[in-house]
């Protein structure tokens, strides 16, 4: 039986459901180049940009304490290399073009409610630097989508400024880099127990970390992986189950019997008092702290994947401030059908998604020690031998406000995509991003 010890950690104040969190990166787009700002999601395969917007489609800018902050929009017609896709390119999908010379059309509907991006496919460059002595630019040549029209939560904040697919169809950008050997396939995130964080095209990961394969054969393939396994604390079950890792998505949600096994087992062991039903708040088990409490105890929550792999929870809580009264809540979500494994159970890890050898890989990391190293060869076989692996730093966003930190320089022993580094704390807002 195992506990840890979480200090507490609660979030600002709130009166209105409680605070979720994303990791977002800058990426450059276009000639002369835009930045944007965009959420990062394995749950979806398009990166889609507000472009050429109809009539409240999109949103055009950020309050923030320090004011207004503008967003930029994309225009094919304002960049030098945008082209148009066709309806009959294969990236398209569609089934009956009007014209030969149609444009390609697309609508992505979202787990969240009413939440959707329409517009038509582009073309343009992405840009990025390789990290080694040359800093040679790389332009990768990108499909991605020019979203007129926005719903729901991208409308409410989630989202903003674009939304970066990084599914495993065709379109996505880590398949596009990997079919044009500019990255082999595959790619890593970093969720930071500080709100930093780092995306990594073409990181293979390390011999050391451990794996779980995924589940194929699906109609439309996804990072989706088989627990065997639950241990809470002193209640273990041999429930079995699949899910999909998708950094999309805020919190974890889990179906019975999944869920009230994870749930009921962590109650029966929390020396707190339960916090009453509150319809602030979506969690089911919260527990109120007293005004002198600065630590608690929860029981050690594990998911054994199939290979027998373990995948330790480093803090399934979240803390808040109700009207004064500070709680913290089993973050966990129940789920009708679709088991999620969020974003918040992926914190103090790289998580590598290995779309070559179809598997998921974790180790720990507190996303600053893994800069100098990549212990795995970035060259895939259809590629020149040290073909970069590109990284981007993810942001956690907070209000608008960032603190820039400094980072170890990556050292040259590999050519790699350079770290972009842009360090900001996270963003609890008041609703659930679910991508």
């Given amino acids: ?54 009539k409240d489609g999109c949103i055009t800018d950020l309050q ?30 569609q089934t009956q073009c009007p014209s030969a010379s149609s444009n390609c059309a697309y609508k992505v509907a979202y787990l969240s409610s009413n939440t959707s991006s329409t517009g038509i496919l582009v073309e343009d460059v992405l840009h990025l ?12 040549t990108i499909t991605f989508g020019c979203g007129q029209s926005q719903t729901g939560t991208f409308l409410e904040g989630g989202a903003p400024n674009g939304l970066f697919g990084l599914g495993m169809e065709d379109v996505s950008v880590p398949s596009t880099l990997a079919r044009n050997g500019l990255a082999s396939d595959s790619f890593s995130m970093c969720f930071g127990p500080d709100g930093l964080g780092r995306i990594a095209f073409g990181n293979n990961g390390s011999s050391d970390q451990k794996e779980t394969p995924f589940n194929v054969g699906q109609s439309h393939p996804t990072y989706n992986i088989s627990i065997t396994h639950i241990t809470v604390g002193k209640n273990s ?90 709680v913290y809540c089993l973050a966990l979500l129940k789920s009708e059908d679709i088991n999620i494994i969020g974003q918040n159970f992926m914190a103090g890890y790289q998580i590598v998604f290995d779309r070559k050898r179809l598997v998921l890989g974790w180790k720990d990391s507190n996303c600053y020690d893994d800069e100098n190293s990549n212990t795995l060869a970035v060259s895939p076989s259809h590629s020149p031998a040290g073909s970069p692996a590109a990284v981007i730093n993810p942001e956690a966003k907070n209000n608008g406000n960032s603190t820039s930190l400094p980072v170890p320089s990556p050292s040259n022993h590999s050519p790699k995509l350079k770290f972009f580094t842009y360090t900001l704390t996270m963003i609890f807002v008041s609703f659930f991003a679910i991508f």
């Fill in 237 to 326: 079950s041999e429930l079995g189950f699949s899910a999909i890792f998708d950094s999309g998505t805020s919190f974890t949600s889990l179906a019975d019997p999944a869920y009230t096994f994870i749930s009921e087992s962590f109650d029966s062991q929390i020396q707190e008092k339960r916090h009453a039903s509150d319809s602030q708040l979506p969690f089911e088990y919260c527990y109120t702290l007293s005004s002198t409490q600065n630590v608690y105890s929860i029981p050690q929550v594990n998911l054994t994947m199939k290979g027998g792999a373990v995948y330790f929870l480093t803090n399934p809580t979240e803390g808040l401030s109700i009207q004064g009264e500070n």
């Fill in 1 to 54: 039986m195992g506990f840890n010890r979480t200090p507490t950690n609660i979030h600002s104040t709130v009166t209105v459901c409680c605070g979720s969190s994303l990791y977002y990166a800058n990426v450059s787009v276009g000639t002369p180049s835009l930045w944007f700002l965009v959420a990062l999601d394995t749950g979806s395969d398009l990166l889609w940009l507000p472009c050429d917007c109809k």
């Fill in 64 to 93: 923030s304490s320090s004011g207004k902050v503008n967003l930029n929009i994309y225009s094919p017609n304002s960049s030098s290399t945008s082209g148009i896709v066709s309806c009959k390119s294969p990236l398209c999908g």
């Fill in 129 to 140: 630097i390789t990290d080694d002595t040359q800093l040679k630019e790389v332009d990768a």
